[in-house]
């Protein structure tokens, strides 16, 4: 079994010590951050067919989430660098009516760590929320995050509320979870949409990154 599997499968077991044990042998060898993040979500993703298939309960489902939240931590502490300016500041929240965050924490820590300043708005948040956010900020890009199939109503509200607002041509827009695709996109109005970080981290430094590329 590879060190991603096994980090995997620990996950899916909810068993702490083999998780932190998997983490520093993968950090100690050098393996991508990228990897050991896909490696969680591969795991979160099982667990959630548990949970559809009711051989889990909520309650697993939280005490994966906390599982995760702390490796999300850690990694953080690991891959901080620090920038002298941002290459761009990133507007990011999770839906309205949706109060997933592990992924979006995830996209928040990673363009951290890649010189972004972002703004979380946290999850739960209202297009009035983001537009005001956008006001004050001036990003180059504003992240959406879903996981819930409700939430791509919102997603398109929030799109409508950003271009009411006259604000459509001053940023980009990238959607972003499990449920997004081509189709969601753009049915929502978005440019972009990412089901993972490199994607989501690729796509935005097309956009914002680029132009201000340090020597
Ligand atoms: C953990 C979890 C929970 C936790 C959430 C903890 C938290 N605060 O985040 C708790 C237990 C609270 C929860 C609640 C619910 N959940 Co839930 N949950 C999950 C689970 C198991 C894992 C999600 C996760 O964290 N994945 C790991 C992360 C790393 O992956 P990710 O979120 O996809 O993020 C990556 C990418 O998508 C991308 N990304 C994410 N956001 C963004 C944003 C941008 C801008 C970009 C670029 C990229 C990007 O990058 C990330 C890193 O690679 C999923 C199963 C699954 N298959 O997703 C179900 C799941 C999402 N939940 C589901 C459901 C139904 C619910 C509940 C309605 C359950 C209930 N009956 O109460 C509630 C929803 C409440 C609400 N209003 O939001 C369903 C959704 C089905 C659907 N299509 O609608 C799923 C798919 C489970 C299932 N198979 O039934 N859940």
Redesign the pocket.
């Known amino acids: 079994m590879s060190s991603k599997e096994r980090l995997t499968q620990a996950i899916i077991n909810l068993d702490e010590q083999m998780v932190t044990d998997t983490i520093n042998k993968m950090i100690a060898s050098n393996v991508e951050l990228t990897d050991i993040?896909?490696a969680?979500?591969d795991g979160?993703?099982v667990?959630?067919?548990l949970?559809?298939k009711g051989d889990y309960f909520?309650s697993e489902?939280?005490m994966?989430?906390e599982l995760?939240t702390d490796i999300i931590s850690r990694l953080k502490k690991k891959a901080e660098r620090s920038y002298i300016s941002p290459l761009g500041t990133v507007v990011?929240g999770?839906v309205k009516?949706?109060?997933?965050?592990?992924?979006?924490d995830?996209?928040v820590n990673v363009l951290e760590a890649n010189g972004y300043q972002v703004i979380d708005l946290g999850?739960?948040v209202s297009p009035e929320k983001f537009v005001e956010a956008i006001i004050t900020n001036k990003p180059e890009v504003v992240?959406?995050?879903?996981?819930?199939?409700?939430a791509i109503g919102p997603m398109k509200k929030t799109v409508d509320a950003i271009k009411a607002a006259g604000l459509r041509d001053k940023v980009k827009i990238?959607?972003?979870?499990?449920?997004?695709n081509e189709v969601i996109s753009s049915y929502v109005g978005a440019d972009k949409w990412?089901?993972?970080?490199?994607?989501?981290l690729k796509?935005?430094n097309a956009w914002a990154g680029e132009k201000n590329v340090r020597e």
């Open positions: 993040i896909e969680c979500r979160m993703t667990i959630g067919e949970f559809e909520l489902m939280v994966a989430s995760l990011i999770t009516g949706d109060i997933h965050y592990i992924g979006k995830i996209v999850v739960d992240g959406l995050s879903g996981l819930i199939t409700e990238i959607i972003g979870g499990g449920i997004v990412a089901n993972n970080v490199s994607t989501g796509e935005i």
